[in-house]
């Protein structure tokens, strides 16, 4: 099982950024799909979680309303669109795996981790 995040890049604030994280080795239609970021110097931090069917989303306080995750079963690939950027978002961003739904998970819950990319936000 491989997932692999990118999209990430140096931009200024106010500006956007699409993240995309395709999974390979195995079919994840079922599971819940996530991303978290570490930021310098701080413990990674859940962003956003979708869930593998019905309407379950969630998204951290300090990106509601800039940030929407989606996914692309066909693809087996989920997404990350950033508007507005804001310098306090800059950090490695992660896109992780589970086979349950958590609003607000623990790295611990997560099955399957991919690489990160790097968001850079200038002001």
């Known amino acids: 099982v491989q997932l692999q995040a990118s999209g990430g890049g140096l931009v200024q604030a106010g500006g956007s950024l699409r993240l995309s994280c395709p999974a390979s080795g195995h079919t994840f239609s079922p599971y819940s799909m996530y991303w978290f970021r570490q930021a310098p110097g701080k413990e990674r931090e859940f962003v956003a979680a979708?869930?593998?069917?019905?309407?379950?989303?969630s998204i951290t306080e300090s990106v509601e309303g800039r940030f929407t995750i989606s996914r692309d079963n066909a693809k087996n690939t989920v997404y990350l669109r950033m508007n507005n950027l804001k310098p306090e978002d800059t950090a490695i961003y992660y896109c992780?795996?589970?086979?349950?739904?958590?609003?607000?998970?623990?790295?611990?819950?997560?099955?399957?981790w991919g690489k990160g990319t790097q968001v850079t936000v200038s002001s």
């Open positions: 979708l869930g593998g069917s019905g309407p379950f989303t």
């Open positions: 992780a795996v589970a086979r349950y739904y958590f609003g607000r998970p623990l790295d611990s819950e997560m099955d399957y």
